[in-house]
């Protein structure tokens, strides 16, 4: 039985309610009413057309629970003409506030954290923001979840580092939520559309939450890029390692390493390991993670990757293997061409843009690599969006 079928059995017959009331306004879950063998269906086929012309395409993993999955929740506050505090998402396209209550995606606990907060808001006499006028304090709530830990970090976004009443608040938002490990207070007094600006405040507990992939600890503070469906990363980072086929000595480079977490959970069949990142709080985040987890042969550089490779090539140097995590608009043709110029054995790219991840082979098929395999894997049910990592191998190894 699928999603649709259950949860019209729950509704008590087969009457095409939506499974959820703003689904049509929010955007977000394109793919709800459609049945949950029919999504990995289409989503199958839409890497084959795309993929199929360089390498073999694996059958895509889905999940066997695909709802409430996301370990990372945001929520923009507002109010009605009357006053009403209200709490949701942007209406795609618009910043016109959707009120949600639960999201079928969302982890449930986060739902509930963002509703009492709601409720909170109007208890404490506490303004949410208007971004017409500038007028208001409350902008924003973020949730993370540590799905295996259990740690639940709440990021309180506001206008104005001065919250009236913040421990009484953090009080009570505890004491109705005690599974909440970390309470901080971010500052964005900007117009803009970032969710959070760069000054923080701890008001309970520490500045990160922990939770485990792939039997690695790793350290994630607010602003850490993590991916947001932790069973399925680690079905996805597990398969990339696998393409990779190493055998504990490969040099191994992890571009866009973020926190470092395909790195550090390749590191222990590898005989060493660099990450490489831009932000310098990932880095931070990803040397406290190799510490952490006791692994002693990787190194992280706070760098441009693509320019790294390229003062790594013109030092006489490679490396057997890359792992490239690039962002939904894939790599840039000066990073693809330091990846040429380094000349790996073995590149394993992990995508989450089949569009731009069959621009990206078209690149370097035509320059002394061969696709071999794709997997594509179910990161985000009832959403479009679809992640899938690729095998490619240099033509003369």
Do not use: W
């Not at 993993?61 to 009605?80: C, D, S, T, W």
């Not at 986060?110 to 208007?130: E, G, H, P, Q, V």
């Not at 002693?296 to 090539?313: P, Q, V």
């Amino acid at each position: 039985m699928d999603i649709k079928d259950r949860n019209n059995k729950r509704r008590g017959g087969g009457q095409k309610n939506s499974l959820c009331p703003v689904q049509k306004k929010c955007g977000g879950c394109q793919l709800l009413e459609v049945p949950y063998g029919e999504q990995l269906r289409q989503k199958q086929q839409q890497v084959e057309k795309l993929i199929r012309p360089y390498c073999k395409v694996e059958r895509i993993i889905g999940m066997e629970e695909p709802l409430h999955y996301r370990n990372k929740v945001h929520a923009v506050f507002g109010h009605r003409k009357d006053g009403t505090v209200i709490s949701g998402t942007y209406q795609e396209g618009t910043h016109f506030i959707v009120p949600v209550d639960e999201c079928m995606i969302e982890d449930r606990r986060a739902d509930a954290i963002i509703r009492d907060i709601r409720d909170l808001l109007k208890s404490f006499k506490i303004k949410t923001y208007n971004e017409d006028t500038g007028y208001g304090l409350f902008r924003h709530a973020l949730i993370r979840t540590g799905f295996h830990s259990g740690e639940v970090m709440v990021v309180l976004v506001l206008g104005s580092p001065i919250m009236p009443s913040k421990n009484n608040f953090v009080k009570a938002l505890r004491k109705l939520h005690p599974e909440i490990t970390t309470i901080v207070l971010n500052v964005n007094s900007q117009k803009t559309s970032m969710i959070l600006g760069e000054k923080e405040t701890v008001l309970y507990g520490k500045d990160y939450i922990e939770d485990s992939l792939c039997g690695l600890t790793f350290r994630i503070s607010s602003q850490s890029f993590y991916q947001v469906n932790t069973q399925q990363t680690e079905v996805l980072y597990s398969k990339a390692i696998q393409l990779a086929g190493l055998t504990g000595k490969e040099r191994i480079i992890d571009a866009y390493c973020g926190i470092g977490t395909i790195g550090l959970i390749a590191s222990s069949q590898a005989g060493d390991v660099i990450g490489v990142e831009q932000n310098s709080d990932a880095v931070k985040d990803a040397i406290s993670n190799a510490k952490r987890n006791g692994v002693k042969n990787i190194r992280f550089y706070r760098n441009d990757a693509g320019k790294f490779m390229t003062e790594l090539a013109q030092a006489g140097e490679t490396a057997d293997v890359v792992f490239m995590d690039p962002p939904r608009g894939g790599s840039d043709e000066a990073f693809l061409t330091s990846l040429v110029k380094l000349g790996p054995k073995k590149v394993v790219y992990i995508s989450c843009n089949p569009l731009t991840l069959e621009r990206d082979l078209k690149f370097l098929t035509k320059r002394g690599y061969r696709a071999q395999v794709a997997c594509p894997v179910d990161m985000f049910p009832m959403c479009r969006n679809i992640e899938s990592c690729v095998l490619l191998e240099h033509v003369s190894n």
